[in-house]
């Protein structure tokens, strides 16, 4: 739980996510669509991967991956963030963490 409450406090927004995951690919385009680019921990390439799996679901995500977090905070997992979005509430959350546009 260690390992995972250190990385999901890392970056403004971090995904916890599996390579063969699909929806974890959505919502990862989701976020870089949106201007932020999360730090994603593909943690099937984790040799802790089970224990990892183990801590999100304690942590209370409702599914192991993809599991959200937003300024250290667990958002949850793919049912959550798009409901976050589809009622306007997601871009408040990272807009501390958006890119900023270069001035010309």
Known sequence: MDKVTRYASEQGV???SK??????YTVTILFR???VQPRVY???H???CR????ALVRLGCSAPVPAVF???KLVGSTNEVMSLHLSGSLVPLI???QAQPSAI
């Open 14 to 16: 971090v995904i916890f």
């Open 19 to 24: 390579s063969s995951c699909c929806l974890c």
């Open 33 to 35: 669509d949106l201007g």
């Open 42 to 44: 593909e943690i099937d």
């Open 46 to 48: 984790d040799p802790e």
């Open 51 to 54: 224990e990892i799996e183990k």
């Open 70 to 72: 937003i300024g250290g």
């Open 95 to 97: 807009r501390p963490y």
